[in-house]
């Protein structure tokens, strides 16, 4: 199993930022897709997930309103968009996948991993 994310960059605060997760090795649409972010000195939280059809999401709420999750099951994709983005959304953002539980917001309670993408908000 492998998740891919990418997207990640260096921006202004307010700024708009797109996140992809492309997912290979798993039946995708049996997965329940997860966000998470990790800022420097900080443990890893979560952000955002969505069910397998994506009818359903959860959200902290540190990002209500700002941040977008969404998938396209037939490119296993997961993304997130994040909008007015804030100095303290910066981190490394992390993609997630588990087939058990809805919704899981634990780190613990995802079985796959992406290797990350940083995002850099400046103030």
């Known amino acids: 199993v492998q998740l891919q994310a990418s997207g990640g960059g260096l921006v202004q605060a307010g700024d708009s930022l797109r996140l992809s997760c492309a997912a290979s090795g798993l039946t995708f649409s049996l997965y329940f897709m997860g966000w998470f972010r990790q800022a420097p000195g900080k443990e890893r939280e979560f952000v955002a997930a969505?069910?397998?059809?994506?009818?359903?999401?959860k959200y902290a709420d540190s990002v209500k309103g700002r941040f977008t999750i969404s998938r396209d099951n037939a490119k296993s994709t997961v993304y997130l968009q994040m909008n007015s983005l804030k100095a303290e959304d910066t981190a490394v953002y992390y993609c997630a996948a588990e087939s058990r539980r809805w919704p899981a917001t634990k780190s613990y309670e995802y079985d796959y991993w992406g290797q990350g993408t940083l995002v850099t908000v400046s103030s």
């Open positions: 969505i069910s397998w059809s994506g009818g359903s999401t």
